[in-house]
C-alpha cells in the first residue's frame, strides 16, 4: 500500500469553501438547463444555444472541483437535497420565462458563482495554490460568460 503520509490533506475550512463552489456550479448547471428548456421571446435559438455553453462549463467545472476535493482527502457532496439547502443563488423561476428575464437571471447566477470564487480565493490559495488556480479558471469564464449574456439586455453607454 502506498505511503499517504506525506499527501496534502484540506483543513475543515478549505474543504467547506470547495463543497460551496461546488454546490453552486451543479445549481448552475441546473439553473441553465431550466432557462434553455422554457425561455420564450425574441433571440430564442441564440440564448437557447449560449445556455447549453454555460451549462457544460458548469458540468465541467463541477467535476473539476469535486475531483480537486477527492484528490485532497474531500468527499464532495452533490445530492439534490444538499444544492438545495446550501447554495445562494437565488432560485430561477417556474415555467416559461421571457429571454429578457432569463438573461438577468442567467447573468446574476453567473455573477454569484464569480463572487463566491473569488470570496473564498485567498483562504484557498493560502492553503494550496494548485486549487487556487482552479479558481481563477472558473472566475474568468464565469465572468466571460455573464458579460456576454448580460449584452444582450444592455443598451450602449454614451
Given at each position: 500500500m502506498?505511503d499517504?503520509?506525506?499527501?496534502?490533506?484540506?483543513?475543515?475550512?478549505?474543504?467547506?469553501h470547495?463543497?460551496?463552489?461546488?454546490?453552486?456550479?451543479?445549481?448552475?448547471?441546473?439553473?441553465?438547463?431550466?432557462a434553455?428548456?422554457?425561455?420564450?421571446?425574441r433571440?430564442?435559438?441564440?440564448?437557447?444555444?449560449?445556455?447549453?455553453?454555460i451549462v457544460?462549463?458548469?458540468?465541467?467545472?463541477?467535476?473539476?472541483?469535486?475531483?480537486?476535493?477527492?484528490?485532497?482527502?474531500?468527499?464532495?457532496?452533490?445530492?439534490?437535497?444538499?444544492?438545495?439547502?446550501?447554495?445562494?443563488?437565488?432560485?430561477?423561476?417556474?415555467?416559461?420565462?421571457?429571454?429578457?428575464?432569463?438573461?438577468?437571471?442567467?447573468?446574476?447566477?453567473?455573477?454569484?458563482?464569480?463572487?463566491?470564487?473569488r470570496?473564498?480565493?485567498?483562504?484557498?490559495?493560502?492553503?494550496?495554490?494548485?486549487?487556487?488556480?482552479?479558481l481563477?479558471?472558473?472566475?474568468?469564464?464565469?465572468?466571460q460568460?455573464?458579460?456576454?449574456?448580460?449584452a444582450e439586455?444592455?443598451?450602449?453607454?454614451?
Amino acid at each position: 500500500m502506498a505511503d499517504q503520509t506525506d499527501a496534502f490533506r484540506a483543513s475543515t475550512k478549505f474543504s467547506e469553501h470547495l463543497q460551496n463552489l461546488l454546490v453552486e456550479l451543479i445549481d448552475l448547471h441546473l439553473v441553465g438547463k431550466q432557462a434553455h428548456w422554457n425561455i420564450v421571446g425574441r433571440n430564442f435559438r441564440d440564448l437557447h444555444l449560449q445556455l447549453d455553453e454555460i451549462v457544460a462549463d458548469a458540468r465541467n467545472f463541477a467535476d473539476d472541483v469535486a475531483e480537486r476535493m477527492r484528490a485532497v482527502y474531500v468527499a464532495p457532496d452533490g445530492r439534490a437535497q444538499t444544492v438545495a439547502k446550501v447554495s445562494g443563488l437565488k432560485p430561477f423561476p417556474e415555467g416559461e420565462i421571457s429571454t429578457s428575464e432569463a438573461v438577468d437571471a442567467i447573468s446574476a447566477a453567473l455573477y454569484g458563482v464569480a463572487k463566491t470564487a473569488r470570496e473564498i480565493h485567498d483562504d484557498v490559495e493560502e492553503e494550496d495554490p494548485t486549487t487556487s488556480d482552479l479558481l481563477h479558471t472558473i472566475i474568468e469564464r464565469t465572468e466571460q460568460l455573464a458579460w456576454m449574456v448580460s449584452a444582450e439586455n444592455r443598451t450602449p453607454q454614451h
